[in-house]
Antibody, heavy 119, light 111 residues
């Protein structure tokens, strides 16, 4: 059974930093690209970032480019999101998701971890 | 990167069919057969319902179907059931540097 478990969400002050983690199991992690997607309270889904199976290619939404860094450790079956210079508008539930086809087909999602940016 | 355009809400009665549209551009929906649809119930994670325009993952009811014409993709739900009431999101692969774009979401109400 595929499982994705996010962690690391907390309350952080504006301008602060945070690292989210996603532990994957139930599939061959290093065969698949992975994504982070966020959802602000009461709002829709917003794609955040994508990393290729080997970590060699990364992509970001314009809203986080230059502030967030996606990475992965295939030896630990783990995905990460380093978040710097956090803003109030980054407040959201952050989901990690597996890409079934490397073309944006997010076939499995975690339950999310909540990041709140507030003073 | 602008979001794909979806209607904010649609509604239908049990047993009826509804269609949700998702409009993009030739750089995303119109340029690739990589449109996906997700269902999200309140407080739950999104669930993949359709991928690559018209393919259903194992376990998804055949009441859900997808199609595409030009820059607009569509999700059709036939034989509406109360459990179909949820938010629905489309997404597409895009040639832009961001690679993935979502629609704004559509709230389906089963009357």
């Amino acid at each position: 059974e595929v499982q994705l478990v996010e962690s690391g969400g907390v309350v952080v002050q504006p301008g602060g930093s945070l690292r989210l983690s996603c532990a994957a199991s139930g599939f061959t992690f290093d065969d698949y690209a992975m994504h982070w997607v966020r959802q602000a309270p009461g709002k829709g889904l917003e794609w955040v970032s994508l990393i290729s199976w080997d970590g060699g290619s990364t992509y970001y939404a314009d809203s986080v480019k230059g502030r967030f860094t996606i990475s992965r450790d295939n030896s630990k079956n783990s995905l990460y999101l380093q978040m710097n210079s956090l803003r109030a508008e980054d407040t959201a539930l952050y989901y990690c998701a597996k890409d079934g086809s490397s073309h944006g087909n997010l076939d499995y999602w975690g339950q999310g971890t909540l990041v709140t940016v507030s003073s | 990167q602008s979001a794909l355009t979806q209607p904010a809400s649609v509604s239908g009665s049990p047993g009826q069919s509804i269609t949700i549209s998702c409009t993009g551009t030739s750089s995303d929906v119109g340029g690739y057969n990589y449109v996906s649809w997700y269902q999200q119930h309140p407080g739950k994670a999104p669930k993949l319902m359709i991928y690559e325009v018209s393919n259903r993952p194992s376990g998804v009811s055949n009441r859900f179907s997808g199609s595409k014409s030009g820059n607009t993709a569509s999700l059709t739900i036939s034989g509406l059931q109360a459990e179909d009431e949820a938010d629905y999101y489309c997404s597409s692969y895009t040639s832009s540097s961001t690679r993935v774009v979502f629609g704004g979401g559509t709230k389906l109400t089963v009357l």
